[in-house]
């Protein structure tokens, strides 16, 4: 957790708190996919989350928003869509929410 107090520090952009979650979840036993787009590159679903991750059969769907970012209404759809069918999905807008995910993780087996 010390490398993730790192980003606390300063002003992170998007890219930073992507990368400091997806590094404290594989070091945490998760399995993380990418769904974010690269240079144009479509991803499968309109409004799909940033990435997923996976861990003894549970999967989770995350969105990283920096500072005052909102859903946009295709994002809030896909969330909608997830949570119906009992998925679970998390905004993360800063180095506390994934703590959160990690402890919170025993209480979802």
């Known amino acids: 957790m010390q490398q993730l107090q790192q980003y ?12 400091a979650v997806k590094n404290a ?4 036993g998760w399995y993380v ?3 974010q787009s690269f240079r144009g590159a479509l991803v ?5 989350a940033d990435m997923q991750a996976i861990k003894n059969g549970v999967s989770v769907w995350l969105e990283i928003k920096i500072g005052k ?5 295709d994002q809030v759809k896909f969330q909608q869509a ?3 069918h009992g998925g679970k999905y998390m905004i993360v807008r800063d ?3 994934i703590v959160s995910l990690l402890e919170g993780y025993i209480n979802w087996n």
């Open 33 to 35: 996919i990418n769904h």
């Open 82 to 84: 997830i949570e119906e």
């Open 8 to 19: 606390a520090e300063r002003r992170i952009t998007h890219s930073d708190l992507y990368c």
């Open 95 to 97: 180095i506390d929410d």
């Open 44 to 48: 499968t679903c309109k409004g799909m």
């Open 69 to 73: 970012d909102i859903q946009r209404e």
């Open 25 to 28: 979840l594989q070091k945490s």
